[in-house]
């Protein structure tokens, strides 16, 4: 798990792997992330955009940028939260996740809130 906060705004990271959707002998390892965000500042803010960067066992890297986040860009009045969950398959039974999203308040300004390093890893390969 993940937990930062950039601006007042608090992102918590979690992942989890899928045995049953995986298949290791033909190099693919399924994992899911559900990410909180919460509005801990003063301010109404708006997710508009996020960028995300995946990294596998063997040190590859792909980036992945786009609007909002599962087809939404959410909006946060001061202490609400926002949940989703979405998917990352991988080549290698381990990995990590990081970036950003980027924020948008009421009166134009932009700032990127900080997704801390998170684990992907299926407990099998940590034995």
Do not use: K
Request: charged share 15%; with cysteine.
């Amino acid at each position: 798990m993940s937990d930062i906060t950039t601006r007042g705004v608090r992102v918590r990271a979690l992942s989890q792997y899928h045995a049953e959707q995986s298949d290791p002998a033909a190099g693919y390892w399924l994992f899911t992330y559900t990410i909180t965000l919460s509005n801990e500042g003063d301010t109404p803010v708006q997710l508009v955009s996020r960028h995300w960067v995946i990294t596998d066992a063997t040190g590859s890297q792909e980036h992945v940028s786009g609007l909002g986040v599962v087809g939404e860009q959410p909006r946060l009045e001061p202490g609400a939260q926002y949940q989703y969950s979405s998917g990352c398959p991988l080549p290698t039974s381990m990995g990590a996740m990081h970036g950003h999203f980027e924020m948008v308040l009421d009166d134009g300004e932009r700032f990127e809130a900080e997704i801390a390093p998170f684990t992907l890893a299926d407990p099998m390969a940590l034995n």
